[in-house]
């Protein structure tokens, strides 16, 4: 871990729920056929979702409304879904530490990357529909009422005695989406103060932000809880997480910078798992119902998510606001190149910065 974390990355499981009733673990049988070769389903079968920190109310109705309709359609079998959210990045390392999650709801590619490179996960996700993205969003701030300290781009993020709640980028995928969102506003000239294409101007934006980062929690859904518990002045978070608050009665604000990234979080097959666990068949179908107009429908509604296509989603919805530079992270390297070397790799500019801004 780099010198000077704020809160150092940890191994937790999340919260556990069930999302239909009936018997609550893998059939034995199954299992063993599985390992036999020949797989037979049990009578109910389970499968297990891990999650990233948020949408736990949106994946509570899709599991339902899908179990529902399938037990119509298959003489009555009834599905058990098993659920676990938590940061990103810590359910990826879960996954691959042993947690038997069939189906694996991402905040980042790269998350699913390191499942995939644990040889859990053996198709190419990045040929599934929409390249395996199931929901979207933007990363944006969340203000008090009033927007007290008139915080409008990420440049204000940087003024003297500012509190700042973000994730922490060990844990939560959703931390470096707000790490990419800043370096890319700079890198594209929409910062007051930051030259355009300037690496040097954009590690400097993010060092003034981390300098007034209090807290890195070990998830968004618990940065933006911690928040809404009345600690720091703003909290850099998903878009559709903020409305989501808002519309249960929190009573916060949002402001979308002028220029911030484009969210896009896949939901994959943990092949592996899945065949091990006789439900393959179950959990493929379960991924493709999550594609599907009615699914869209119900992450839009329950979870106040944008559309899919980024021409669309600039436009905002009755929940989020339009963004005017909505960029995605090919725009600014791709997420390889990101992790590897422009932003997250040793001498990258969040390395860099985060390193200077905490000593």
């Known amino acids: 871990m780099r010198k000077g974390r704020v809160v150092l990355g940890a191994l937790v499981a999340a919260l556990a729920v069930v999302a239909a009733a009936g018997c609550g673990g893998s059939d ?35 599991t339902s409304t899908f179990a529902s309709d399938w037990k119509e359609s298959h003489d009555g079998q009834q599905l058990i879904f098993q659920m676990s959210f938590g940061g990103s990045t810590t359910q990826a390392e879960n996954i691959v530490n042993g947690f038997p999650a069939d189906i ?43 927007n007290p300290r008139n915080i409008h781009n990420w440049s204000d993020l940087t003024q003297p005695g500012l509190q700042i709640l973000t994730p922490d980028p060990a844990q939560s995928g959703g931390a470096r989406w ?91 097959v943990v092949d592996k798992n899945a065949e091990e666990h006789c439900v393959e068949p179950i959990a493929n179908a379960f991924v493709k119902y999550l594609h599907s107009s009615d699914a869209q429908q119900v992450f839009a509604d329950v979870a106040h998510t944008r559309p899919i296509d980024i021409t669309e989603a600039a436009k905002g919805t009755d929940s989020v606001p339009p963004i005017d530079d909505l960029f995605t992270t090919d725009d600014v390297g791709g997420w390889e190149t990101l992790i590897k070397d422009t932003v997250f790799g040793p001498e990258g500019a969040f390395t860099t910065a985060f390193q200077a801004a905490k000593g």
């Open 28 to 62: 034995s049988t199954s299992s063993a056929n599985a390992a036999s070769g020949s797989c037979t389903p049990s009578d109910s079968p389970v499968l297990t979702l891990a999650a990233y920190s948020n949408h736990y109310d949106a994946y509570g109705k899709l």
């Open 178 to 268: 707000n790490i990419v969102a800043a370096y890319g506003a700079a890198m594209r000239g929409e910062v007051p103060g930051y030259a355009k294409g300037s690496t040097d101007d954009a590690e400097r934006l993010l060092e003034g932000i981390f300098k007034n980062v209090t807290v890195l929690d070990k998830s968004a859904n618990d940065s933006l809880k911690n928040f809404e518990a009345g600690n720091g002045d703003v909290a850099i978070t998903y878009d559709y997480q903020a409305a989501t608050s808002i519309a249960a009665g929190q009573e916060e604000e949002i402001v979308a910078p002028p220029s911030t990234v484009f969210i896009e979080t896949p939901t994959v």
């Open 104 to 146: 694996y709801a991402s905040s980042t590619p790269p998350d699913v990357q390191i499942v995939q490179d644990s040889g859990l996960i053996t198709h190419d996700w990045t040929q599934d529909e929409n390249a395996g993205v199931v929901q979207a969003g933007a990363v944006v701030f969340a203000v008090r009422p009033g």
